[in-house]
């Protein structure tokens, strides 16, 4: 038993060693866990930002002017006043998402309480602006033409029967750089741990230091585990510094919730993933093999696990097939614990569930390692 | 040109080096037309690096190499005289596609030089007639023995009836029968092609003593020239070996003496190793067929055997690495493989490949292993010391094993092997690309362990001399054993001079035995008329497609890259197409009717029956709301407080609460305007003809291209745009860079091939692959996803066409600077995968995005492919329409095609 956790621990520490000396893992982790996760932090939006309008102002009255001087960023750029027939083409070209069109008489009509009908073009294939921006606009301009119609007073006055208490927990700006930096480094966990595990295994294969091992006193099972500590740790490591300094510094996300239970969620889904990485690692007979295989099944558990469009809105059976899938749980934990401020209370089913698939892909694995090695 | 008065080849002062190392220190060499020079030397690196410069596939460094009249440092030179020079690199089958059939392999090289249809027919038969290679026309490369993939590699060098052959080391690892009709087929090619130059480099001496000259090496220099008589002659030695080794600087030769091996006492009674109809099938390949033998402790005993004769397998069925399929074998008694770990414990085995860890130190490789095999801490570190001692290895200590020259990596392996005192060595073949001197001082270590140690030793080697050494040897062929015995009464048995003559003897036997027929005799040498191409034009045609031919055949006969490209697109866009939707519905909600009335109720009917919301079990107070809200069980709680029933029927102001989780950005705003309108609708009802219509004015909302708003018209369009961009992408990385890895990059250095004739040659198969991927998507688009067309497929199609131009670009790019499949195919997914899914308008239009992301979505080609494919199948667009964004695509493929051009060497460096 010492034995055999001594080599574990010898043989992990030779990965590192490794590791240390392959620039280009190394490099591809650095900005997997800096860059990318900073870039998508600030670029990728999921609330309404940056939405390009534009105006097609046929009145060009003072209300015309103050509906268009009422978009703002962020949400809104600035809109653009273009003439009619520029509206067709525009947005063919997707060059604005929501066009405007403000009548002939607008405001004159208003004025005269014949109720004009102002008309809004969305494009309806920009799937995450259209339906939320849609309604930011109808809100806008009817308050806009409320105000101009009867002043302040006008507004107070719709006061009606039952009032709504709309509020928004665990964000209550709805900013979205904490929901796409979080997922990022989610996604990249499954991304590297997948693929470290699998190339340490595939390298040794090509290499011939695999035979080298099992010629020696050691068990397959030593050799996996050594594995799966040194490269978890790599990626633990990475995913607590970049939660810490890129998120939560650089981004100025704020992170609710007890960062150690996140990290000790981590750690059972990295004990899934690299697993997983081995037994890709064994199914794959050389390394682009394994990069096209990766390609398959990580970028399947990424784009479903919910990290990226909800799960709710995924067809009921592939809801179901997706609970099997750890990044699924691993998603879902981490949105509770990083959003919500959840605790282990809450989050120990999915800890559970994690933990169990890890634990059947380590068997699968060692049992294709042990077969690989006679084919 | 005169061909009688030049020299063939003539080079002086050539000097390269790789970063640290001097592979060349001043070199120089002239061959004359029609003359042989033998190139002789152990040190691998700086015999390749000569014959590649003079081949034109190194660039020059400094120095003059002067071929066929005309100096290979021009660009112009090189490519007028590459269809007249051959070049056959290091390694078996090096420059050989293992895919391809023997003859595939040699119609592609003749396609390369321009030759018609007709014309290839007949070279390639005469070809095969000449080298015994006739019966396996259609037999894969990949599947030839050594010998057999060397005669093929001459095949394809001669194809084009070279003037000058150059030959690196083309008999190493070869089966000495093969070696020496390998040698009769160069002479009989010699006498049709009398004013052929032949230049090869070799580590087998015995075999240099063929050519007219040779030139000796030794760490990057000359050491002498001359005819090989003259060699022995100056140095007053009877072969050539020791005439080398007496050639060497006096430095070099420190301690070189002749090896004496005291004789092997056979007085132990239980044998080391014991095997016994030892059989190792795969599939209906036998590797290992029925081996037997017995080891005595102490003995050195060796396996004699060319390349892929069994050799390998054989020692990994014992020690346990591979089952065997029939047979037994015993190490001290014990069943190999299932003696358990004690066993391994007292066998030290050297792998084939060199099998330490490259990136660990001299120091970090041993005690990692005296650590692996539980030597007591206290005595690690002296241990260490001592080998790294008696290793001569003091002077490496902390360098990295990837950093050493072989010969040291060699006594490393061998030192990591024997840390734990080993009663038993598993050697396979130790010394194989080692200089002769190492080789002896790497024996002496052995000579040691088992004379004065009693180690047993189990070795394999390709080289005679080093068999001669062994107390007993066993010749293999083909996975069997033609004869065992002491290396002298194997010579006596057969009555040869050389071990080597024994060893061709019992390998004739065998071959007329498994009536494998090899015949090479009968045949004329190839070398009919020299045609040269016609046209250049043409000829540049047909060069690319000589490249496109080849990749398509290679991509077909690869289930792996080529299900990859066709399941995988149709699996990814399944997931895609149905997993990601930006519908949001279904959001659970639960309520906390702290009222309890008809109102409150009517109230949340309106929330359980809206197809938006599903309902959960109502909540019982505020701790369970918020649980339930943080586990994220429930996206919205609906709080009505008491008395909500009471207020609305007196006409008072009350208030409702929601709750919704803002975890998700985006859903939590669509969980909001769901809340408000359905909250309105409820006012309304209760209050029908109120307020709500004297709004002053109304906005009439219109969802263009998509009026059900369903997220599938825009997802499934925009599917195709990524994996039309991801996939061909990483293919295409692939296919190049494979060849860099493969090494077969070599016939594109030293072929008239150009840059922009091999890019676009390796492009076009994948072009068409990637089409072939858009009909498949783009018939899943209407029949399974059932989003119509509504606009031009004229449109579409030519987008996808330029687009996926556009993306084996982009992977062609990438393949042409990296080095290795690994960084080419995750350089390209680092490099496709982002622009192209959070930056490309599948999410987020691109016209919203700010900073770095804009910028990469703009210049990137998913955008512009994304608007075309979302404008032709949702948004109906026209031809005419879609130009505006046909033309900016089309702008990528001269920019791509011109980056991977200038990025691509023509020479290695």
Redesign the interface.
């Known amino acids: 038993m010492v034995?055999a956790l001594?080599?574990i621990l010898?043989?992990g520490?030779?990965e590192l060693?490794?590791l240390?000396?392959?620039t280009?893992l190394l490099a591809?982790v650095i900005?997997s866990f800096t860059f990318?996760v900073y870039?998508?932090a600030?670029?990728?939006?999921?609330?309404?930002?940056?939405?390009?309008i534009a105006i097609v102002d046929e009145d060009r009255s003072m209300l015309s002017g103050q509906i268009a001087d009422a978009f703002l960023p962020p949400s809104f750029?600035r809109p653009d006043i273009i003439a009619p027939p520029d509206l067709a083409?525009g947005?063919?070209?997707?060059?604005?998402?929501f066009v405007l069109d403000i009548p002939p008489d607008?405001e004159r009509?208003?004025r005269a309480?014949r109720?004009?009908?102002?008309?809004?073009?969305?494009?309806?294939?920009?799937?995450?602006?259209?339906?939320?921006g849609?309604?930011y606009?109808?809100r806008i301009?009817?308050n806009e033409?409320?105000t101009h119609?009867?002043g302040e007073a006008a507004l107070r006055n719709?006061?009606?029967?039952?009032?709504?208490?709309?509020?928004?927990?665990?964000?209550?700006a709805?900013?979205?750089a904490r929901?796409s930096g979080a997922m990022a480094i989610v996604s990249n966990v499954t991304l590297l741990s997948v693929?470290l595990a699998g190339?340490a295994l595939i390298r040794e294969r090509e290499?011939?230091?695999i035979?080298?091992l099992?010629?020696?006193?050691?068990?397959p099972l030593q050799i996996m585990v050594a594995k799966l500590w040194a490269n978890g740790v790599v990626i633990l490591t990475a995913v607590a510094v970049s939660l810490v300094v890129v998120l939560r510094w650089m981004v100025g996300a704020p992170l609710a919730g007890s960062l150690g239970l996140f990290l000790a969620g981590t750690a059972l889904y990295l004990f899934f993933a690299t697993s997983l990485g081995i037994f890709l690692g064994t199914v794959a007979r050389?390394?682009?093999?394994l990069?096209?295989?990766f390609?398959?099944t990580v970028?399947?558990m990424n784009?479903?696990s919910g990290a990226?469009?909800?799960i709710?809105?995924?067809?009921l059976p592939?809801q179901y097939a997706m609970q099997l899938v750890p990044s699924t749980h691993f998603v879902?934990f981490a949105?509770?614990i990083l959003?919500?401020?959840?605790g282990l209370s809450?989050?120990w089913p999915s800890f559970l569930a994690t933990a169990v698939v890890g634990a059947i892909f380590l068997v699968l694995g060692l049992w294709r390692f042990r077969r690989a090695?006679?084919? | 040109m005169s061909a009688a008065a030049a020299p063939t080849v003539e080079a002086s002062g050539l000097i390269h080096r790789y970063k640290a190392t001097v592979a060349l220190d001043d070199v120089s060499l002239m061959l004359q037309a029609g003359g042989t020079l033998g190139v002789i030397g152990p040190d691998a690196v700086g015999k390749s690096t000569l014959l590649g410069l003079l081949a034109g596939a190194r660039s020059i460094q400094a120095g003059r190499v002067r071929v066929l009249g005309g100096d290979m440092a021009e660009a112009a030179h090189r490519r007028a005289v590459s269809p007249r020079i051959a070049y056959m690199p290091q390694g078996l089958g090096r420059n050989l596609y293992a895919d391809l059939t023997v003859a595939e392999n040699i119609d592609f090289f003749a396609r390369l030089f321009g030759q018609a249809r007709a014309e290839r027919r007949h070279r390639i038969g005469e070809l095969l007639e000449a080298t015994g290679l006739a019966p396996f026309p259609d037999r894969p490369a990949g599947k030839l023995s050594g010998g057999m993939k060397q005669k093929l590699g001459l095949c394809c060098a001669l194809v084009h009836d070279p003037d000058l052959l150059i030959l690196d080391e083309p008999t190493t690892g070869v089966d000495p029968l093969s070696r020496q009709q390998f040698w009769e087929l160069i002479e009989r090619i010699r006498q049709r092609r009398p004013m052929m130059g032949v230049i090869v480099a070799t580590a087998y001496m015995e075999e240099a003593d063929r050519f007219d000259r040779l030139v000796a090496m030794h760490a990057g220099r000359v050491l002498a020239s001359g005819a090989p008589s003259e060699l022995r002659a100056r140095t007053a030695t009877a072969t050539l070996e020791e005439a080398f080794v007496a050639l060497l600087p006096e430095a070099a030769r420190h301690g070189a003496r002749r090896l004496e091996i005291p004789p092997h006492r056979t007085a132990e009674a239980a044998p080391a190793i014991v095997a016994e109809g030892l059989t190792r099938r795969f599939g209906s390949f036998v590797a290992v067929d029925h081996v037997s033998f017995r080891i005595a402790r102490g003995e050195i005993f060796g396996f004699l055997g060319s390349n892929g004769c069994g050799k390998t397998t054989t020692m990994k069925m014992l020690t346990g690495l591979l089952p065997p399929s029939e047979g037994r074998a015993w190490l001290f008694g014990e069943p190999a493989g299932g003696g358990g770990l004690e066993t391994r414990r007292r066998v030290g085995y050297m792998s084939q490949s060199f099998s330490l860890y490259a990136e660990l130190t001299v120091e970090q490789n041993l005690n990692l292993h005296a650590r692996l095999f539980h030597l007591p801490r206290a005595s690690i570190q002296p241990r260490v010391q001592e080998m790294v001692e008696r290793f001569g290895l003091l002077a490496h200590r902390d360098a990295r094993a990837a950093e050493l020259p072989l010969g040291v990596r060699q006594r490393l392996s061998l030192a990591v092997a024997v840390i734990h005192a080993p009663e038993m060595l598993i050697l396979d073949e130790p010394t194989s690309g080692v200089d002769p001197l190492a080789r002896d001082a790497f024996w002496e270590l052995l000579v040691d362990l088992s004379r004065r140690q009693g180690v047993t030793i189990f070795i394999s080697t390709h080289f005679m001399n080093e068999a001669a050494r062994c107390d007993r040897i066993s010749l293999m062929h083909a996975g069997r054993v033609l004869a065992s015995g002491t290396p002298q009464e194997l010579q006596a048995a057969r009555g040869a001079a050389t071990l080597g003559e024994a060893f061709i003897g019992h390998l004739r036997e065998a071959e007329t035995d498994a009536a494998v027929v090899e015949a090479p005799r009968a045949a004329t040498p190839p070398g009919i008329g020299t045609r040269r191409p016609g046209g250049a034009g043409r000829a540049a045609l047909r060069r690319l497609l000589a490249y496109s031919w080849r990749e398509a055949l290679e991509l077909r006969r690869d289930p792996i890259r080529l299900s990859v490209a066709l399941i995988g697109t149709a699996l990814l866009m399944l997931v895609f197409g149905f997993g990601i939707s930006t519908d949001v519905n279904r959001l659970t909600f639960a309520a906390l009717d702290r009222d309890q009335t008809t109102e409150s109720r009517a109230y949340l009917r309106d929330f359980s029956g809206s197809a938006y919301f599903g309902e959960r079990p109502p909540i019982e107070d505020a701790a369970a709301m918020w649980r339930r809200l943080q586990s994220g069980e429930i996206v919205v709680a609906i709080e009505i407080p008491p008395g909500f029933g009471r207020d609305l029927r007196a006409g008072r102001p009350t208030e409702v609460a929601a709750w919704v989780d803002g975890a998700l950005p985006f859903r939590a705003e669509t969980a909001t305007g769901y809340v408000a309108g359905l909250h309105a609708r409820f006012l309304a009802e209760r209050n029908p003809g109120s307020t709500q219509t004297a709004a002053p004015a109304v906005t009439e909302t219109r969802f263009r291209y998509n009026q059900a708003f369903k997220s599938v018209y825009a997802m499934v369009p925009s599917t195709i745009a990524i994996l039309l961009m991801l996939i061909p992408s990483i293919l295409m990385a692939l296919g190049v860079v494979r060849e860099k890895e493969l090494g077969s990059i070599t016939n594109f250095y030293v072929t008239p091939v150009t840059r922009l004739e091999f890019l676009l040659g390796k492009q076009l198969p994948y072009v068409v692959l990637s089409m072939g991927n858009f009909a498949l998507m783009f018939l899943m688009a209407l029949f399974v996803f059932d989003v119509p067309l509504k606009g031009s497929l004229a449109g579409l199609t030519l987008g996808a066409l330029l687009y996926v131009t556009a993306a084996t670009g982009i992977g062609l790019v990438m393949s042409a600077f990296t080095r290795t499949q690994i960084a080419a195919l995750f350089g390209t997914a680092i490099a496709t995968m982002m622009p192209a899914t959070q930056f490309s308008g599948m999410l987020q239009p691109v016209a919203s995005l700010e900073g770095a992301g804009r910028v990469m979505g703009e210049l990137f080609p998913t955008g512009h492919f994304m608007k075309i494919s979302v404008g032709a199948f949702t948004k109906g667009l026209g031809f005419a329409d879609l130009l505006p964004f046909l033309l900016p695509l089309a702008a990528f493929i001269p920019v791509l095609t011109m980056a991977s051009v200038l990025l691509l060497r023509k020479q290695e460096r």
């Open positions: 034995r001594s080599n010898w043989l520490v030779k060693q490794s240390r000396h392959d280009f591809f900005y990318a870039s998508q600030t670029g990728v939006q999921h609330d309404l930002r940056n939405a390009a750029r083409p947005m063919d070209a997707a060059r604005w998402t607008f009509d208003v309480g109720h004009p009908v102002l008309q809004l073009n969305v494009d309806a294939t920009a799937m995450l602006q259209a339906g939320i849609a309604g606009i109808e301009v009817a033409v409320l119609a009867g719709t006061g009606e029967a039952v009032a709504l208490q709309l509020r928004i927990a665990f964000n209550q709805i900013d979205s929901f693929l190339a290499h011939g230091t035979d080298h099992l010629a020696m006193p050691l068990t050389s390394m682009p093999q990069g096209l295989l390609i398959l970028l399947p784009m479903l990226d469009a909800p709710e809105s995924m067809p592939l879902a949105q509770a959003f919500r401020g959840a809450i989050v090695l006679e084919a």
